[in-house]
């Protein structure tokens, strides 16, 4: 009964480098997401995919690039890391999008990023 | 611009009293509006949800209240319990959008 798995938990990363963050679900949901929360900030959404091969913006995408090769997974890369990107990542999954009372978007436990 | 707003970022209650979470949007255009709960070190986990049509949603010891013409709304939790010490965070979509907008949060914290 995994649910939403994130990979890493915890990263520290130097300025320049890079790095993919690795979300799997097991639930064959359609949508992927990924957030970032930031202290005082609400979650933030990076980047969703609607289906196997698509990916599309959200309202922070600068700096990530991502990719959902299969179904079941969603990867965020870091092509050259920045101090700004230091944060939590939280991946979600949904069966569907909008508003259906049982389709709520499913989180994984996060992956804490601190980029020096 | 903040779309969804929770103006308390933390609230503190006794147990067995009523816990009230407040939350305001300004998009006219949301119709779907849910609740989420954290947990320290865990990710969000869905609580409870309101359509736009209606105006209370009950499940169990929680209740959701939505004024749209004041663009609010609130969870309640009655009784309120040591184990509902947690983040709460309201978030909001329009119909036909993947995209939910979250506020920023409550921390509760609920004495024994």
């Known amino acids: 009964n995994a649910g939403v798995t994130q990979t890493p938990k915890f990263r520290v990363l130097k300025t320049g480098q890079s790095m993919t963050l690795l979300c799997a679900q097991d639930?064959?949901?359609?949508?992927m997401y990924w957030y970032r929360q930031d202290p005082g900030m609400g979650l933030r959404l990076i980047h969703y995919s609607v289906g196997e091969g698509t990916t599309a913006k959200g309202e922070v995408p600068d700096g990530y690039n991502v990719s959902r090769l299969k179904k079941q997974n969603f990867l965020l890369g870091l092509e050259s890391a920045a101090p700004s990107q230091t944060s939590v990542y939280f991946c979600a999954s949904s069966y569907i999008a909008g508003p259906y009372s049982n389709q709520p978007q499913h989180f994984g436990d996060g992956t804490r990023l601190s980029i020096l | 611009d903040q779309q969804v707003k929770q103006n308390s970022p933390s609230l503190s209650v006794q147990e067995g009293r009523i816990s009230i979470l407040n939350c305001d949007y300004t998009?006219?255009?949301?119709?779907?509006f849910l609740w989420y709960k954290k947990y320290p070190a865990e990710g969000p986990t869905f609580l409870i949800s309101?359509?736009?049509?209606?105006d209370k949603n009950e499940d169990g010891r929680f209740t959701v209240f939505l004024n749209k013409s004041a663009k609010h709304l609130s969870l309640h939790i009655v009784p309120s319990q040591p184990g509902d010490s947690a983040v709460y965070s309201c978030?909001?979509?329009?119909?036909?959008?993947?995209?939910?907008?979250f506020g920023k949060g409550t921390k509760l914290t609920v004495n024994p």
């Open positions: 998009n006219s255009m949301f119709d779907y």
């Open positions: 639930m064959n949901h359609e949508y």
């Open positions: 978030a909001a979509i329009k119909g036909g959008s993947e995209k939910l907008v």
């Open positions: 309101i359509s736009s049509i209606k």
